[in-house]
């Protein structure tokens, strides 16, 4: 039956990313190289930001020395709460927004941005526990932030973001431009 | 049974000289006695033992003697004794009588026609003829509409008369007045009953015929009351017209008495006109216990911006024949709890219940029962149901009690990443009562406020298919998000079994094998 197909292929067998949402993407946030996030929409209009494979925090084998969701004086991320099925009270985000800043055992520091408009539900508080989770699962387990869009703003949101495909087209790009080191 | 008493005549009077047919009279005497609304309004008032009072004021003694004898007869045999008797009258008394009879024909100033000619077995017919071609059995009671003109020319009367009743008892007031619609009920009933034969009638009957009438002439009242009493009528956006019942009525206790006109009420040159007869039956309940065996099926109409998805659903296909055989209107259905459309629900299935609207036939024995259901699984091979009965509004909140406190039971065909072996899922069946914290999945968050949510899985047990595969059996508290649980959603339900077995899990497959509620009985086959 169903369940024997479903062993036959069980290597291509699609994830609940691949099920449920869909990939996009933001090369090189604010101009700074390889900075790429990725947003993965569900059906449902909810966003989960989570680091782009290609970021460079997950390059080189890099260790996280801290993850801060206080992203000024006035403002920590981790204060977010809503309430109710309308869920009120939650900060709102433009694409623009600093989510966390993430600095790494070299020192390098990198700033997660929203990449959308929308109404901050929760982040995700086990990577500062666990912050191998990040390094580890970037785009499960080690997400950084869920988002719900205005639902008149459901479409429009994801316009200056690119595609699965159109991010592909930027890395090969990348990739002539700058041939990785072998 | 002789409800007007000599106290009452200085009020007969006046009413009558204002123009009030025989019922209204009775009515602003505040008689509650239905027989005497019973008597055909020919029959002129009788307000003492062998008295009788016409428009004239006038005593007729033969008529006298057949009013007070007829009294308890049924009213089609009192009114042919009316022109017989008329007939051995003498010139004087004809002349009186036939005057008299003007007067009767005349439409009455409060309730124009109503209680006159628009409540005699011709109109008992109509009302007949409406509920036989929508109902299919006879217990039901009567009610009327009645259009808000009536309750301004109600009030003007009860201005015109109210000194005089206040004089016969101090203690009645405009709320002892019978309404009309009460009168109407008490004259219509019998002849409606004599007319259908077996039925009966009783106040609290599960079946209401409504009775509407307009009247174009006076409808124009009502703006005499919105130019006096502006802020009584206010438009809202979900009423029809801003005249409604609670805003004249209100209108009219604000307006001081000396300004409302005309008083007593002008005669309308014409009566009301009957509008629609409604008949409207109480909701009737069905319940019972639906499995679904198809992984493309919603349980409700799968709508996305407006647009369906998915061709059906395991409402739909029940409650096709379900409205068909009680000829319903329309129908809520309401579950224990949902499945989510690629799921399947096995076993004794998930309860159920329909609210049916307005049904035209809600008598059913348990064997026509029994062979709907049959029908209802003989329609598709998707569903099937089982323990269909018809059940009472109290009895459906059952189904919702104790939503929390109840268990489900589920297989789950789970994939897992690293290759494993017999004995490495073995100790997922000594795992009893973990609890879990699920916060909102996301799947449902755009829709749920978020919270982490405690939920039990009671017990489990694991059946090993192949290196990759195993079906996982739980049992668990109400609430508790299966698929989330094996997949782990993105790490927001903890624990979950990608951490009981460390390695990646994903569910493939999903089946609800039973919802341990012990409501709707079950009905041996």
Known sequence: MDCEEQKDTEAKAPSVVDRYYTRWYRADMKGKPCEDHCILQHSNRICVVTLAETHPILQNDRTIKSINYQISNGCSRLNNKVSGKSKRGGQFLTDFAPLCRITCTDETEYTIYSCIRGRLLEVNECILETPSLLLEKPSTEGYIAVILPKFEETKSITENLLSREEFEKVLSKRAVAQPQPS | ?525
């Open chain 2, 1 to 525: 049974m002789l409800p007007l008493k000599e106290k009452d005549k200085p009020i007969v009077q006046k009413l009558l000289a204002a123009g009030c047919c025989a019922r209204c009279v009775l009515r602003f005497c505040c008689v509650s006695v239905h027989a005497a609304y019973r008597q055909p309004p020919q029959v002129r008032l009788h307000y003492s033992p062998g008295f009788k009072l016409g428009a004239s004021g006038e005593n007729n003694k033969s008529h006298d003697a057949a009013g007070s004898d007829a009294h308890e007869e049924p009213p089609s045999k009192r009114a042919k004794l009316e022109p017989g008797a008329s007939g051995d009258m003498s010139g004087e008394d004809a002349a009186a009588v036939a005057g008299q009879r003007d007067e009767e024909l005349r439409v009455c100033v409060v309730c124009v026609g109503v209680l006159q000619e628009l409540c005699d077995a011709t109109q008992a017919s109509k009302v007949c003829v409406r509920v036989c071609s929508q109902m299919c059995w006879g217990l039901f009671s009567a009610v009327d509409e009645l259009t808000c003109p009536f309750w301004i020319l109600q009030h003007s009367c009860w201005l015109h008369v109210k000194k005089e009743l206040r004089e016969k008892s101090a203690k009645l007031d405009k709320d002892d007045v019978v309404q009309v619609k009460e009168a109407f009920k008490w004259v219509m009933q019998g002849l409606v009953a004599k007319e259908l034969g077996g039925s009966t009638l009783c106040s609290q009957s599960k079946f209401e015929v409504g009775v509407e009438f307009s009247h174009p002439e006076t409808d124009a009242d009502c703006h005499f009351l919105a130019s006096t009493c502006p802020d009584c009528f206010k438009p809202t956006k979900n009423k029809q017209s801003v005249f409604t019942r609670m805003a004249v009525v209100k209108a009219l206790e604000k307006i001081p008495e000396d300004r409302h006109s005309p008083c007593p009420p002008r005669r309308p040159s014409s009566s009301c006109v009957p509008l629609d007869v409604q008949c409207l039956h109480a909701s009737v309940f069905v319940a019972g216990r639906y499995n679904k065996f198809c992984r493309s099926l919603p349980q409700t109409p799968w709508l996305i911006d407006g647009e369906r998805r998915m061709e059906s659903s395991v409402e739909e296909l029940i409650a096709a024949p379900v409205l068909s055989s009680f000829r319903a209107a329309g129908f809520n259905f309401s579950s224990s709890g949902r499945e989510d459309v690629d799921v399947r629900t096995l076993g004794n299935g998930r309860p159920f219940a329909m609210e049916l609207l307005n049904p035209h036939r809600s008598s059913f024995s348990t064997a026509q029962m029994k062979q709907l259901q049959e029908t209802i699984n003989k329609s598709s091979d998707k569903i099937r149901v089982r323990d269909l009965q018809i059940v009472s509004r109290e009895a459906m909140s059952r189904m919702k009690e104790g939503e929390e406190e109840k268990t489900k039971s589920y297989t789950a065909l789970v994939w897992t990443l690293k290759p494993i072996r017999r004995d490495d899922i073995s100790f997922i069946d000594d795992i009893q009562d973990l609890t879990l914290d699920q916060k909102t999945p996301l799947r449902v968050l755009h829709r749920r406020a978020l919270a982490v949510r405690h939920r039990v899985i009671h017990s489990m047990s694991a059946r090993f298919l192949d290196s990759h595969h195993f079906y996982l059996s739980l049992k668990t508290q109400a609430g508790t998000y299966i698929k989330e649980f094996v997949h782990g959603d993105f790490g927001r339900t903890k624990p979950n079994m990608c951490e009981l077995l460390k390695t990646d899990t994903d569910i493939l497959e999903l089946d609800v094998e039973s919802v341990d509620v012990d409501w709707p009985p079950s009905i041996p086959e």
